[in-house]
């Protein structure tokens, strides 16, 4: 009986052992692979419970961080704020949000991540995007009320919170370094804001010898319209524009590539080019007894006319109608532009005011595209009203706007080469 229970025993013990050994062998589903922390620069290991390891693996970080000297990056825990600190090599795998391979030159300061790091090493085996936040790219059309916490994206607020992060080029920045000019991607939850990212920075375009110009008229890609001051200059979104000066009928334009945080320099003395030139144009007004005014005085429109290169107000008035106001950007040896007026409503019949409508104006060019040479802009001569809109000969336009330079200038270059070209551009909104 003795010899039975000893051999009970031993075979008991064996199982024990065995038991012992098998635990020591099996891996977490992450391959060993735990969370740890190394904030202020002091490692702290993680010993978890394989509950805790699943919340951690669940947490979202936001990248603070990338030394690509050291191989570094530092994450963000997004529900506590806490820093964990890691080093990545050659062996870390990157996923974007469909988990698809990728590279390390595809993660960014502000980006919504989640880890896994080598317990031992404290090397990071992957990151991987997170799907788990909404991203909005390429904003341009956006305001920031720091006072308030909020950013406005077209027409829709969301809250700046106090842990919201602002980025560019993988450095921290603030919103005051934030310019109108810029693009941004947005990153957040709900109505939230995480992170602001600076995608298009912005650069400084000065221009210099300005003399010839001054008074004339300026033109920046479809992003910039005003007139010329003695060695002005202002900033835009890095990228590449044309450059179009011209006052007198004097003029030219030029191709100029901006980068971020840098000043790029156009010398006007390049762009006279050969002047005066002058645009001959037929106007179609279809009204009975319609007048038009060029710079405040009438002219009569039955038969073409002549005007140098440069910025005109114009105007058109009808009876039962409401006034028609422009800043005609003439731009083309030739073009034809119809006016369409709308009618007023009983009460503006009866107390005739003088205020202009936003209406819509069509121009067909029939200009080479050496006709640019000159053009685009002269001194102002009038002043439109506050809802008046800027037509360019060779392209269409109709919009109002409440500044002195209307937002419809933005466009009249791109157009006006669109049509010079030979292809259809035609915008009757």
Partial sequence: MKKHLRLIGCI???????????????????????????????????????????????????????????????????????????????????????????????????????????????????????????????????????????????????????????????????YEDISQEDVLSVIGTARKIISLVVTSGHGTIRLTNTDLFEGGWLTVGTVVSKEVEKDMEFDVSAGTYTVAVANNGYGDHTQVEVKENEVTLVDCSKLKGDGPQYCKIKFSIPYDGAKLYINGKETDYSKEITLQYGAYSLQVVAKEYETWSRTLMVASETATIGVVLSAQSDTESETSTDDSSSTQSSTDSSATAGSLAGSLAGSTAGTASSSSSTTSTGSTTSSSSTSSVSDDTLSTLSNLISNLTGSSDDDDD
């Fill in 12 to 174: 008991v013990l064996v199982v024990a052992v065995l038991t012992v050994a098998g635990g020591c062998g099996t891996t977490s589903r992450s391959g060993g692979l735990v969370k740890g922390s190394r904030v202020g620069g002091t490692a702290t290991e993680s010993t978890q419970t394989s509950s805790e390891e699943t919340q951690m693996e669940e947490d979202v970080y936001r990248i603070d961080e990338i030394d690509t000297v050291e191989q570094m990056i530092r994450f963000e825990n997004l529900s506590n704020g806490q820093l964990e600190r890691y080093t990545y090599n050659g062996s870390t795998y990157i996923y974007d949000k469909n988990e698809i391979s990728t590279t390390v030159d595809s993660l960014y300061c502000g980006m919504p991540v989640t880890f896994e790091v080598n317990e031992s090493s404290e090397l990071l085996k992957s990151v991987t995007e997170s799907n788990a936040l909404w991203i909005q790219e390429d904003i341009s059309n956006f305001s920031i009320d720091e006072q308030e916490g909020v950013l406005t994206i077209g027409s829709t607020d969301y809250k700046l919170s106090d842990d919201a992060r602002v980025y560019q080029n993988n450095e921290r920045i603030t």
